[in-house]
């Protein structure tokens, strides 16, 4: 037998570059820079069936926890396979894995910092992810799956994954010439993406919160985003400052309508 017939039904279990390009282009955004858990600098793993980026203080703590609720991986030491990296990206990183656990953290329970001790790091990630105290009880995601998504909820995520950020500019009105711009806005459909996705049917569901974009400095957020339930529907109110102009806001809502 050949050399190349004896290797031809051995099939690699490493990703391929194209993959492991999307992987790293995730690593590359701003709000994946940080630990999802505790904001220290240049994390070096990540939890693969969460979404999130880690440190190596709160990626240990995630290892205690077990596969089933946190698989970590280290970006450069370990093999990624195309599961992996698939449900990284679906997730969208950091800030939008918690815009789902963190959806109802008190404003006076604070998260860990980077010189936090390991017994309060270990108390908020056990919270966060394994009893999920800061979603609602009926809003519990299943550890085992996580953010994974079924095939049709792939299909969905695929319709909405190169257009997730929707520029939008706004105008005046006006009856007698033509509409003058008043500014650019960039809105970030993400965190209710993955909230409808993650939630499911919500047309059971009461009125409720289950996602938030959260401000930072590196959008033009005036407040946090939420994502809230109302009569079934999924809904974000997004209150903005305009662009490009030398003053302005924007207000409006969003709403999910899912492709049947």
């Known amino acids: 037998m050949s050399t190349t017939n004896r290797y031809q039904h051995i099939k690699s279990t490493k990703p391929v570059v194209g993959k492991t390009r999307k992987l790293k282009d995730l690593m590359m955004k701003s709000d994946n820079r940080i630990c999802a858990d505790c904001g220290a600098p240049d994390p070096k793993w990540a939890s693969a069936n969460i979404g999130v ?4 203080k709160c990626g240990d703590v995630h290892r205690a926890l077990g596969p089933d609720i946190s698989k970590v991986l280290s970006i450069t030491l370990d093999d990624w396979d195309d599961s992996d990296i698939d449900s990284m990206v679906e997730v969208g990183g950091n800030s939008y894995a918690n815009s789902i656990y963190e959806a109802f953290l008190p404003k006076d329970h604070p998260k860990p910092k980077a010189d936090s001790t390991m017994e309060y790091r270990t108390k908020f990630i056990r919270a966060k992810y394994e009893t999920q105290d800061f979603l609602k009880p009926s809003l519990r995601i299943s550890s085992k799956s996580s953010f994974k ?3 049709s909820t792939k299909s969905v995520y695929s319709s909405f994954s190169s257009t ?6 706004v105008y005046d009105h006006d009856t007698f010439s033509a509409d003058d711009i008043m500014g650019e806005a960039e ?9 409808a996705m993650a939630f499911g ?10 996602g938030r974009w959260f401000m930072t400095k590196d ?3 005036l407040k946090d985003s939420t ?3 109302v009569g079934g529907r999924v809904k974000q109110e997004v209150h903005l400052k305009l662009q490009n102009v030398e003053s302005g806001e924007l207000e409006l809502e969003v709403e999910w309508v899912p492709i049947l």
């Open 53 to 56: 980026f880690l440190c190596l």
């Open 149 to 151: 998504s079924t095939s």
């Open 164 to 169: 997730s950020r929707k520029d939008t500019e």
């Open 187 to 195: 809105i970030d459909l993400q965190p209710m993406i993955t909230a």
């Open 201 to 210: 049917d919500t047309s059971r569901l009461g009125d409720m919160q289950i």
């Open 219 to 221: 959008n033009a957020l």
């Open 227 to 229: 994502v809230n339930v």
